[in-house]
């Protein structure tokens, strides 16, 4: 499955942002999918996911409550709606898709074969 995702941009403080990623090239609603993000100088990390056969979301600490996930398989699109922006927001954000992922490894980046090319997401103070 191919990724392209789009919607980043500059946001102040305390505002909101949708990313989506479309995929296309694989059925799916076979796959789970997920995002990642990229601090300046910092690891990519994980943020959020829907696993394939539950559709229950999952997300990081930092962003619970915050950001909403979501996934279209009729349309084969994921998005990202980020509310309440912070300035530690700030990073690249990559969708990322699997599937074979399994419950356990659904945060590691290495458990995802195929990755977005990424979008930057940069919020203001």
């Known amino acids: 499955v191919q990724l392209q995702a789009s919607g980043g941009g500059l946001v102040q403080t305390g505002g909101s942002l949708t990313v989506s990623c479309a995929a296309s090239?694989?059925?799916?609603?076979?796959?789970?999918v997920a995002w990642f993000r990229q601090p300046p100088g910092k690891q990519r990390e994980f943020v959020a996911a829907i696993f394939r056969s539950s559709g229950r979301p999952s997300y990081s600490d930092s962003v619970k409550g915050r950001f909403t996930i979501s996934r279209d398989n009729a349309r084969s699109i994921m998005s990202l709606q980020m509310n309440s922006l912070k300035p530690e927001d700030t990073a690249v954000y990559y969708c990322?898709?699997?599937?074979?992922?399994?419950?356990?490894?659904?945060?590691?980046?290495?458990?995802?074969?195929?990755w977005g090319q990424g979008t930057q997401v940069t919020v203001s103070s």
């Open positions: 090239g694989g059925t799916f609603n076979s796959y789970t």
């Open positions: 990322a898709a699997s599937r074979t992922v399994i419950l356990s490894s659904l945060r590691l980046d290495r458990s995802y074969a195929h």
